[in-house]
């Protein structure tokens, strides 16, 4: 297991990145809780409509085409000035639901706030994703190439003990305190946590600044890329389905145990604690089986998975089977599947790709299960607002949605079982840091125009690619 911050004496290698280990540490502060479900709790609390909630909850994804014009701003400003000011930004809208809390604690939830709400959520992602279009990308730059297989494994275990820890801290928060004090503690610590995590990034030194891909050029070879026949078209539209039948569940499911069968909110945060536990066991468990298997079962398995959480959502919609019990299992369910696909997508990328289109392609594959699976909760949102209180949902509609979710998983198996695999010839998994713990996201941070073959730290594994040396892969 991988020290938890590294020292001098301890690491001295790895001990001038320290400051990214502890941006990786506090930055999921802030998006656990202003980002996550926490946030759709919020929603509810003020009174938004399903339609609201699923809107918030989308604009991570569907705000993807802001990264990738981002993108055209490195090679002007740079990648550490480009982050710098996407994160800086975006703090000033983590502010805003605290003032709308601490308010709602003086006058009760008003009829504006959740328009506030969602606006800031809407602000936050935006420059979320003009950040985002440096980070993985100035990483790899600054990182040298024999280590960036033990940074990353730290990176994954900081963020996921901060993860966890955040979960739990929301859980007890929403258990001991009155609903808003709750929230205004949480939002308090998602500010820490942002504002720390900016001036971690600070303390990194700045790469040389990269060329980019040219917007005239994705415009112009992404619909030959999504058209032409080849297995690539073939699995990208397939991993479109999956995004579209999984992004719509953790929001949701969050909502409708709060409104519906009126769960509390430390309930609800305890869900999401076995979800993240689902997700952890497949990070720590699936990546050391996958070379050998291939990805493909993986993707299977993933599409099995969600259709058992479809058959149980349908029958606990239906009757309340099998109780709170039933639904920590399939909050563990839905972390393991959501997981075991990201995985497996990132194993499975490389194959299909020649060296020379990696860049673009990958983006194109990133930006599109993003922004479509984006559209999805959006899309329900509005079917699921039954006529009458903000707050009503309509049970009948979601068992409707988890009948598609179980219709596009038995769609999507065979067609994944076609797909061609060649595990004779293996390549170096695509390594986006500790995106795999944030496997509902993971296709965001796949958008990424600069050609890492450019950068001065070493190109051996090609865009988008980080290649981990076996010494580094044992100690993960």
Request: aromatic share 14%; hydrophobic share 55%.
């Amino acid at each position: 297991m991988p020290s938890f911050f590294p020292t001098a004496k301890s690491d001295p290698e790895l001990f001038p990145f320290r400051p990214g280990l502890t941006f990786a540490f506090f930055n999921a502060l802030a998006w656990q809780i202003g980002i996550g479900t926490p946030m759709v709790l919020f929603a509810e609390q003020l009174g938004a409509t399903p339609f609201q909630v699923g809107l918030a909850y989308s604009f991570v994804f569907v705000l993807t085409p802001v990264q990738i014009v981002s993108t055209a701003l490195l090679p002007r400003y740079g990648f550490k000035a480009v982050m710098l000011g996407g994160w800086r930004t975006r703090s000033f809208f983590l502010a805003v639901p605290a003032v709308l809390a601490a308010v709602a604690l003086l006058r009760g939830p008003l009829p504006w706030m959740v328009a506030a709400l969602v606006w800031s959520v809407f602000f936050f992602c935006v420059f979320r994703s003009i950040g985002a279009a440096s980070g993985v990308a100035w990483f790899y730059a600054i990182l040298p190439a024999g280590l960036r297989g033990r940074y990353w494994a730290n990176d994954q275990f900081v963020a996921a003990v901060a993860s966890v820890g955040t979960l739990l801290a929301c859980a007890a928060l929403f258990a001991l305190l009155p609903v808003y004090w709750a929230l205004l503690v949480q939002y308090a610590i998602a500010l820490v946590g942002s504002t720390i995590s900016y001036f971690s990034l600070r303390q990194l030194p700045d790469a040389e600044r990269p060329a980019s891909i040219s917007l005239r050029t994705v415009l112009r070879d992404t619909p030959r890329h999504l058209l032409r026949p080849s297995p690539f078209r073939s699995y990208v539209w397939l991993a479109v389905i999956f995004a579209i039948i999984s992004t719509p569940i953790p929001p949701f499911a969050a909502y409708y145990l709060k409104v519906g069968p009126a769960l509390s909110s430390g309930q609800i945060m305890l869900f999401e604690v076995l979800r993240y536990a689902g997700v952890m066991v497949a990070a720590w468990t699936i990546r050391r089986r996958i070379d050998i298997t291939g990805a493909k079962p993986f993707f299977l398995l993933a599409l099995g998975l969600y259709l058992l959480v479809a058959v149980y959502w349908w029958c606990y919609l239906r009757n309340g089977f099998g109780g709170i019990a039933g639904v920590f299992a399939v909050y563990f369910l839905i972390g393991l599947g959501a997981a075991t696909w990201a995985i497996a997508n990132l194993n499975y990328l490389p194959k299909l790709l020649a060296a020379d289109d990696r860049t673009l392609v990958v983006s194109i594959h990133g930006a599109l299960t993003a922004f479509v699976g984006g559209l999805s909760p959006i899309v329900w949102g509005h079917f699921l607002k039954h006529g009458g209180p903000a707050r009503a949902f309509d049970a009948g509609v979601f068992q409707w949605f988890f009948v598609s979710v179980a219709v596009g998983a038995l769609v999507a198996s065979p067609l994944i079982a076609r797909l061609p695999e060649d595990k004779g010839h293996p390549v170096e998994p695509i390594l986006i840091g500790n995106a795999i713990l944030r496997p509902m996201r993971a296709a965001t941070y796949l958008v990424n125009l600069i050609d890492l073959r450019s950068l001065g730290r070493g190109t051996e594994a090609g865009a988008n690619t980080v290649r981990v040396d076996p010494a580094a892969k044992s100690r993960d």
